[in-house]
């Protein structure tokens, strides 16, 4: 699955459109490399996203098209 793709239905991030900007603009990381859109996400990979001042790193526990609500932060679980 595509990196946008993967923070929108693991609502990270609302909009694809606002994940493929942030990843234009080389805010989105994985594995401690600066990530393109396109990247095809796995699991097990690592995520950092800045946001401002903010960093938030995540590790990829799951990979699915369409998850619930409730079910989204399953995808994922935070490091620090």
Do not use: P
């Not at 790193?57 to 989204?72: D, N, Y």
Request: charged share 35%; aromatic share 4%; proline share 0%.
């Amino acid at each position: 699955m595509r990196l946008d793709k993967f923070l929108k239905v693991s609502r990270i991030i609302k909009r694809r459109t606002v994940a493929n900007d942030a990843c234009d603009t080389e805010h989105v990381s994985v594995n401690g490399r600066r990530a393109k859109a396109s990247y095809d996400v796995k699991v097990g990979d690592i995520i950092e996203i800045t946001f401002g001042q903010k960093t938030v790193k995540m590790r990829v526990l799951s990979v699915r098209e369409t998850v619930g609500k409730a079910e989204a932060s399953s995808l994922y679980e935070i490091i620090e």
